[in-house]
C-alpha cells in the first residue's frame, strides 16, 4: 500500500508531458513504480503553450486517480520553472518521427530544444541530486547538446535511453532459448540508440549457460536477431502508425529506478558520458553494459574483450555518433 509517511518528496520534471510517452510515464511514476511505493513525488510537467490545454487535462486526470504518493503537479511552459529544484528530468518532449522518416532527419529539429533545456537545468535543478534521462530523439546526441549546455552540472549526471533497446533484446532471446526474460543475463547494448546499436549476446548467459552455445545459430543471431532489435523502433511505427509510447514509458522508468537503486549486480544498459571506454570518444553519450550499485553509482562493466564481428558493429555505431555530433557542433560550447 503506498502512502510515503515520513519521507520528503522528490521533485520529477518530465518535458513533453502531455505527449505519447509523458501520458503513459506519469501515473506510473506517481503510483511509485519509479521510485517506489514510499516516495512521495512533485511532478514538474513541461509543455509547449499550444499544448497546455491538453497538460491541464492529464492534471486533472492525476489529481482524480488520489494517488496517495502525489504531492504536488507543476504545469508550466517555462524551463526553469519547470526544472527548479529537480532530483530527476525526464526529457522526453521532441518531435517523433514518423513512417519513413530517418532518425537523422529529426537531428536538427529537435537539437534547439535541448540546448535551451541543458541551459534550464543548469540554472534551476538541484545540481547534487540531479538524474537526467534523455528519452527524445536523437536521444544519445541530445543528451550531449543538453550537458555541454549545462556547464556547472557534472556530465554524468546526465544518460540517454537504450534500455528500450535493451529490454527489446531481452524478450527475442527469452523468446527464442525458451526462458524466462529474468533468465538472461550480461546481455548489452552498445552504441548509439539508432539503427546501428549493437546488441551483444557474446558474454551473455540464460540460466547460467552461456547464450551463443545455448543458440548454436550465428546465422540468426546475425540476419534475425540483431536486425530485429535494431530495426524495433521503426517496425513498431509501421503496425501503429505511432512511435512507441507505452514500451519506452516502462523503459524510462527501468532505467530510474535501477539508477537509484541499484542492479542488484546485474547488468544493464544505458547511454552515459564516454571517458573513452572501449575506444568510444570521450565526451559522446554511448550506450555501454553498466552496473549500478545500491547507493545509485554506475560504473561501466571493464574487461571485456570485443571480437572482431563485434567491433566492427561497435565502431559503426560510434562513427554514427561522431556524425551526429559534429551535426550539431554550433550547439556545443
Ligand atoms: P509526442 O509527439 O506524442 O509527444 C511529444 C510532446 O512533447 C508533445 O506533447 C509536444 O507538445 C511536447 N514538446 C515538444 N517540444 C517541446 C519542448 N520544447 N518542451 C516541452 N515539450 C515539448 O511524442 P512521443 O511519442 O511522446 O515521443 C517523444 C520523443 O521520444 C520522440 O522524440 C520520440 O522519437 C522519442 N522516443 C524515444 C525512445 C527511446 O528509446 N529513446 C523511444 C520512443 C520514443
Ligand atoms: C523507438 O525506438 O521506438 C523510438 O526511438 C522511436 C523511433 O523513432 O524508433
Same mark, same amino acid.
Given at each position: 500500500f503506498a502512502s510515503g509517511?515520513?519521507?520528503?518528496?522528490?521533485?520529477? =520534471?518530465?518535458?513533453?508531458?502531455? &505527449?505519447?510517452?509523458?501520458?503513459? *510515464? %506519469?501515473?506510473?511514476? !506517481?503510483?511509485?513504480?519509479?521510485?517506489?511505493?514510499?516516495?512521495?513525488?512533485?511532478?514538474?510537467?513541461?509543455?509547449?503553450?499550444?499544448?497546455?490545454?491538453?497538460?491541464?487535462g492529464v492534471a486533472m486526470e492525476l489529481d482524480d486517480c488520489a494517488f496517495p504518493l502525489l504531492k504536488g503537479i507543476v504545469q508550466s511552459d517555462k524551463p526553469e520553472e519547470a526544472f527548479a529544484g529537480a532530483d530527476y528530468a525526464l526529457l522526453?518532449? =521532441?518531435?517523433?518521427?514518423?513512417? &519513413?522518416?530517418?532518425?537523422?532527419? *529529426? %537531428?536538427?529539429?529537435? !537539437?534547439?530544444?535541448?540546448?535551451?533545456?541543458g541551459k534550464a537545468l543548469d540554472k534551476s535543478a538541484n545540481r547534487d541530486t540531479l538524474r537526467v534521462l534523455v528519452v527524445g530523439n536523437p536521444a544519445n546526441t541530445n543528451a550531449l547538446i543538453a550537458a555541454r549546455n549545462a556547464p556547472n552540472i557534472d556530465p554524468k549526471r546526465f544518460s540517454a535511453m537504450t534500455r528500450l533497446d535493451h529490454n527489446r533484446g531481452l524478450a527475442q532471446l527469452a523468446d527464442k532459448t525458451g526462458s524466462a526474460v529474468t533468465d538472461i543475463e550480461k546481455f548489452c547494448i552498445w552504441g548509439n540508440h539508432s539503427a546501428t546499436q549493437y546488441p551483444d549476446i557474446n558474454f551473455g548467459t540464460v540460466k547460467g549457460k552461456s547464450l551463443v552455445n545455448t543458440i548454436n545459430d550465428q546465422k540468426w543471431v546475425k540476419d534475425n536477431f540483431i536486425p530485429t532489435v535494431q530495426q524495433r523502433g521503426a517496425a513498431i511505427i509501421a503496425a501503429r502508425g505511432l512511435s512507441s509510447a507505452a514500451s519506452a514509458a516502462s523503459a524510462a522508468?527501468?532505467?530510474?529506478?535501477?539508477?537509484?537503486?541499484?542492479?542488484?549486480?546485474?547488468?544493464?544498459?544505458?547511454?552515459?558520458?564516454?571517458?573513452?571506454?572501449?575506444?568510444?570518444?570521450?565526451?559522446?553519450?554511448?550506450?555501454?553494459?553498466?552496473?549500478?550499485?545500491?547507493?545509485?553509482?554506475?560504473e561501466i562493466v571493464k574487461g571485456l574483450k570485443l571480437d572482431q564481428f563485434s567491433q566492427e558493429r561497435f565502431d559503426a555505431t560510434r562513427k554514427e555518433l561522431l556524425s551526429e555530433m559534429d551535426g550539431v557542433k554550433e550547439l556545443l560550447p
Open positions: 509517511k515520513g519521507k520528503a518528496p522528490v521533485r520529477v =520534471a518530465i518535458t513533453g508531458a502531455s &505527449g505519447q510517452i509523458g501520458y503513459q *510515464l %506519469l501515473f506510473r511514476i !506517481a503510483s511509485g513504480d519509479m521510485l517506489g511505493k514510499d516516495q512521495p513525488i512533485i511532478l514538474q510537467c513541461l509543455e509547449l503553450p499550444g499544448a497546455m490545454n491538453s497538460l491541464k522526453v518532449g =521532441a518531435r517523433p518521427r514518423s513512417k &519513413g522518416m530517418e532518425r537523422g532527419d *529529426l %537531428l536538427k529539429a529537435n !537539437a534547439e530544444i535541448f540546448s535551451v533545456q522508468i527501468d532505467h530510474m529506478r535501477d539508477w537509484t537503486y541499484g542492479t542488484n549486480g546485474q547488468w544493464t544498459s544505458m547511454a552515459i558520458y564516454s571517458e573513452g571506454e572501449y575506444g568510444a570518444d570521450k565526451g559522446l553519450y554511448f550506450s555501454f553494459p553498466v552496473i549500478v550499485d545500491n547507493k545509485g553509482k554506475y
